[in-house]
């Protein structure tokens, strides 16, 4: 069975700042898929980045990046030049890449990011 | 909108009764999961269906949690005899198997409440 950890339960950052958020995850697989989606209040979760394993060049969109270390399994994702839309929940997910996808994701108990204007 | 739809998105019952919950997913999309999330906690996984097989129910939370998708387009997701531990959002998510990382995209979910 996989886990995901978030380590902090909510932060709190100056709009354009940078921020990074942390999550480690436990899991035997060799192949498997790592995600950041985000809840904003009232509203569904939507996908913020994808990392597939077994790509060692970490992803990036636009002003959302991740730090992938896999022998660490550590998956953080940065935001820079935050903005007050990017106050949400944060998830970090892992799911793996056997199984087509029965096994759905492990999330994380998610980060509360709050962007102060 | 062609998103992932789910219907009630708010539900109020009383301690004993049976409850339905519909999602409605995109529509080319052949993958459909339900989750579970209470308050202060990530998504938990329940039940996977590719097309109308349902390939993962094992994660389903009791024997009073079932699950449909006939004909492989919406799904229903049923809790008989709720319980108020039954109380938390249900989320219903789709995705395209033959995408790449099986980026599965999530409605607005339907909140439970049991009295």
């Known amino acids: 069975a996989q886990t995901v950890t978030q380590s902090q339960p909510e932060m709190s950052v100056q709009e354009a700042e940078t921020v990074t958020l942390s999550c480690t995850y436990d899991?035997?697989?060799?192949?498997?898929?790592l995600f950041w989606y985000k809840q904003p209040p009232s509203r569904q979760m939507i996908l913020v980045i994808r990392q597939e394993a077994y790509k060692q060049q970490n992803a990036t969109e636009n002003r959302f990046s991740v730090n992938f270390q896999k022998a660490a399994k550590s998956f953080s994702l940065k935001i820079s030049d935050s903005q007050l839309g990017d106050t949400a929940m944060y998830f970090c997910a892992f799911m793996k890449r056997s199984g087509g996808g029965a096994d759905g994701l492990t999330f994380g108990k998610g980060t509360h990011l709050i962007i102060q204007p | 909108d062609t998103g992932v739809s789910q219907n009630p998105r708010h539900k109020i019952t009383k301690r004993g009764q049976n409850v339905t919950f519909r999602c409605d997913p995109i529509s080319e999309h052949n993958r459909l999961y339900w989750y579970r999330q209470t308050l202060g906690q990530g998504p938990e996984f329940l039940t996977y269906?590719?097309?109308?097989?349902?390939?993962?129910k094992s994660r389903l939370l009791s024997d009073r949690f079932s699950a449909e998708r006939p004909k492989g387009s919406f799904s229903t997701l049923e809790i008989q005899r709720t319980e108020q531990g039954d109380s938390a959002m249900y989320l219903c998510a789709s995705s395209l198997s033959l995408a790449e990382g099986d980026e599965q995209f999530f409605g607005p979910g339907t909140r439970l409440t049991v009295l």
């Open positions: 899991t035997s697989e060799s192949n498997y898929y």
């Open positions: 269906f590719q097309n109308e097989a349902q390939l993962e």
